[in-house]
């Protein structure tokens, strides 16, 4: 095999220079895996298999790799950074969103985000129903919302996403002594408990965190 | 699982060795607040200490972040929200202190006991899959065993960011025990 690109290593005779794989990814990797994992590259080019677009390829992934081989476990931090790296190793860019209440289910200022409520969905590797929790990561790549605890693409902005799967928050209504009620999603995050960073955390560019890789 | 246990449970285990009793394979029986403990020579239990032999860089991390001091979160618990693990103190040693409490007295015990990680992921499958934890210790003449299942270690959505990670892993019947870092739990 010849240096293709006049740069890197040298050329190798693939006859005497023992095994090779060669992975064929859909653009130059970006960041955070512009270096080349092969640990990444082994399950990427795998569930990415038969596409030829950036879009088809991160459906894949989250249909093909996601939905079968992962258990969402109110980790979706991991599972968000995972699908980040997956399609950065095959030249995708993508990012993500942190949705979260400010507030807790036991203390809040007035008007605080203190839990957020879902609609019924099927997180994957689990059953459906409705969830309750604090705060949410999920992913951005292509102009879709790619969420992976999920393995939902939905087209628009993280606020629509934001719309889509929440119904309910815990607002708090009086601080000492504490109390809140459940009130519906309104859209748009420019009114009562969804105005950040005053009653609740939005964060663009949260943690990336370390590779988890699938469980099943 | 068909493998002979402890009948009288963790607390009587260590509270009550004379009395311990070895019943007949019936994994029905389980104990009512804490997982159950096993001889630890039964061939099932040595089954479950066998691990891959190279351990994925999750499985690590939970092995590594699992050292600490952890309280239990009942409302965040499947297992009995009675449970008698009230702490534990994973050290990097292989010592795992609990503190335990007695349900009838409300009386705390400590006990130190050993723990090993079992690693079920590799490299290059299926690598994020947690480990599991054997809890040993012995008790009278005999070694006892606590298997525990997928032991995790992170952040947790039901729990505000700021209030650290937590710890969270099964027992024999499925039943997940839910801990938070003692360093953080003031904030619950």
């Keep these: ?216 | 699982m068909n493998t002979a246990h402890v009948t009288l449970g963790f607390h009587a285990c260590w509270l009550g060795g004379l009395i311990l009793a070895i019943a007949a394979p019936n994994p029905n029986t389980a104990g009512k607040n804490e997982p159950r403990c096993f001889i630890a020579d039964d061939p099932e239990v040595r089954a479950l200490s066998r691990g891959s032999d190279s351990p994925s860089l999750y499985s690590k991390e939970m092995a590594s972040d699992i050292v600490g001091a952890w309280v239990f979160v009942p409302s965040l618990s499947t297992a009995p929200t009675n449970a008698a693990w009230r702490q534990l103190t994973f050290e990097s040693n292989g010592y795992l202190r609990v503190v335990f409490q007695d349900l009838t007295t409300g009386t705390t015990t400590n006990r130190t006991m050993n723990y090993i990680v079992v690693h079920r992921a590799a490299l290059t499958s299926l690598p994020g899959k947690p480990p599991d934890l054997l809890v040993k210790w012995i008790d009278g003449n005999r070694e006892v065993a606590v298997p525990l299942f997928t032991a995790r270690v992170g952040f947790d959505e039901r729990v505000p960011l700021k209030d650290g990670k937590v710890l969270k892993f099964r027992d024999i019947d499925g039943q997940e025990y839910f801990f938070q870092s003692v360093r953080q739990s003031y904030n619950r």
């Design chain 1, 1 to 216: 095999m010849e240096n293709t690109n006049g740069t890197g290593s040298s050329a190798y005779d693939l006859n005497t220079s023992g095994v090779h794989t060669v992975y064929i990814i859909l653009d130059i990797p970006v960041a955070p895996e512009s270096e080349p994992r092969v640990d990444l590259l082994d399950y990427a080019c795998v569930w990415a298999g038969q596409t030829d677009t950036k879009t088809s390829a991160c459906v894949a992934i989250l249909s093909n790799g996601f939905s079968a081989h992962y258990t969402w476990n109110y980790d979706c931090h991991r599972l968000s950074s995972d699908f980040v790296r997956l399609v950065s190793s095959l030249g995708i860019a993508a990012s993500q969103t942190l949705w979260a209440s400010i507030g807790t289910m036991t203390s809040g200022n007035i008007g605080d985000m203190c839990n957020q409520r879902t609609k019924s969905f099927t997180p994957v590797g689990g059953t459906n129903g409705v969830r309750e929790w604090s705060w949410h990561q999920w992913a951005q790549a292509e102009g879709c919302q790619r969420d992976p605890s999920a393995s939902v693409t939905l087209s628009g902005a993280w606020g629509d996403y934001e719309d889509n799967l929440f119904t309910h928050y815990y607002t708090c209504t009086s601080s000492l002594p504490f109390g809140a009620v459940w009130l519906t999603n309104n859209v748009g995050q420019s009114s009562g408990c969804e105005v950040h960073p005053t009653h609740c955390t939005y964060n663009p560019n949260p943690t990336l965190y370390l590779w988890r890789g699938p469980d099943r």
